[in-house]
């Protein structure tokens, strides 16, 4: 059943529930904890590399290593994929993520980037 005529678009009027404060206080510490923790891996990814203080050979695996934390972290966190309801959202993003892992590694073997 609907909401029996209420506009969802409408401002909410009065305070709160608790819970519901408790909730949005929640996700506001979640949400400022992963951004100060992005902004550290985006950081400490810059440094490294200005300072050399990666090996030549490990620079590029550790990059893409910070890159995809950064970016499961911003589906989780600020698309909010972990909540309910986003199920088929979830299987198609991570679907997609592997089937494009093998295809792009076999162009790349394919056009002699890597060669083994």
Request: aromatic share 8%.
């Amino acid at each position: 059943m609907g909401q029996h005529g209420m506009d969802p678009s409408a401002p909410l009027t009065g305070k709160p529930s608790k819970k519901t404060q408790r909730k949005l206080r929640n996700e506001m510490r979640t949400q400022l904890i992963s951004f100060v923790l992005m902004i550290f891996l985006t950081s400490m990814a810059f440094i490294s590399i200005a300072s050399d203080a990666i090996p030549t050979g490990f620079a590029m695996p550790f990059i893409l290593l910070l890159a995809v934390i950064q970016v499961i972290l911003q589906l989780y966190v600020f698309m909010h994929l972990n909540e309910r309801g986003n199920g088929w959202p979830n299987a198609m993003i991570w679907t997609g993520v592997l089937v494009a892992i093998p295809t792009v590694a076999s162009l790349m073997l394919l056009l002699g980037i890597v060669k083994w």
